[in-house]
């Protein structure tokens, strides 16, 4: 008879395989420092490493697809079943460069930026599992700070924070939507969620992660750090 139960296997089932796409061929240069931000070690590893290891140690991940600017390629980690490719000029380039080399047969895709080594499995599954029912999908917090405009280091005014949201990564999709999507779009997009919504995909909501930040400024690397010792139980 037909079994209702969720099979063991069906997390690595082909048929319902999910890709993680890293994007990593920027240059990072408002974090400082000698050598982009992605090269940096934090808790013992370079940022790349903690990011690509979140994604490849992920039972539902079927496969990882890393974004490198081509001066890095020999930089590459040695990570079991992670396919390399080089990045564009803007960072929709290297998500369209990136889409291109994802294994046939997969159905879904969680983009992601590798400044954000601090993802956690908790994250990643409620994504895949949102993809179920939606064409895309993307973890937010909702804004709680006042909110003012400014100009020349003076507040000019206040901004309702009702409704507003901070994007974080990964965010995931149908990958032939996507694909579509990145092909059709037209200028500089801040994110995927933008490329989506330019294409009438409709993308969901789940809860994002305070400590899923994204490593921008020179301090964002100690927090980071914390963030991965605290975990590791250092």
Same mark, same amino acid.
């Given at each position: 008879g037909y079994n209702c139960v969720k099979n063991e296997d069906d997390e690595t089932n082909p048929n319902m395989s999910n890709a993680a796409l890293i994007v990593a061929a920027g240059r990072?240069? &408002?974090?400082? /420092?000698?050598?982009? #931000? =992605?090269? &940096? #070690?934090i808790a013992g590893q370079p940022v790349i490493a903690h990011t690509l290891q979140a994604f490849a140690a992920h039972p539902a991940i079927s496969s990882v697809i890393l974004v490198l600017h081509p001066d890095d390629l020999h930089l590459a980690p040695n990570i079991d079943g992670l396919t390399v490719t080089t990045g564009g000029a803007e960072r929709s380039d290297s998500v369209k460069r990136g889409l291109q080399a994802i294994p046939? /047969? *997969?159905?879904?895709?969680?983009?992601? @930026?590798? +400044? &954000?080594?601090?993802?956690?499995? =908790?994250?990643? *599954?409620?994504?895949? +599992?949102?993809?179920?029912?939606? @064409? /895309?999908?993307a973890p937010a917090l909702a804004v709680t700070d006042?909110?003012?405009? /400014?100009? @020349?280091?003076?507040?000019?005014?206040? =901004? @309702?924070?009702?409704?507003?949201? &901070? +994007?974080q990564t990964p965010q995931g999709f149908k990958l032939d939507a996507i694909t579509a999507a990145h092909a059709a779009f037209v200028g500089v997009a801040a994110d995927d969620v933008e490329v989506a919504r330019a294409a009438g995909i409709t993308v969901a909501i789940v809860d994002g992660d305070e400590d899923n930040l994204k490593i921008t400024l020179p301090a964002d690397f100690a927090r980071a750090e914390q963030i991965l010792e605290r975990r590791n139980g250092h």
């Open positions: 990072g240069t &408002r974090a400082g /420092g000698e050598v982009p #931000k =992605q090269w &940096r #070690k046939t /047969g *997969t159905k879904t895709v969680l983009i992601h @930026d590798v +400044a &954000r080594p601090c993802v956690t499995d =908790q994250t990643i *599954t409620n994504i895949i +599992a949102t993809l179920e029912t939606a @064409d /895309g999908v006042a909110l003012w405009t /400014g100009a @020349d280091g003076i507040v000019t005014g206040t =901004q @309702d924070r009702n409704g507003l949201f &901070r +994007a």
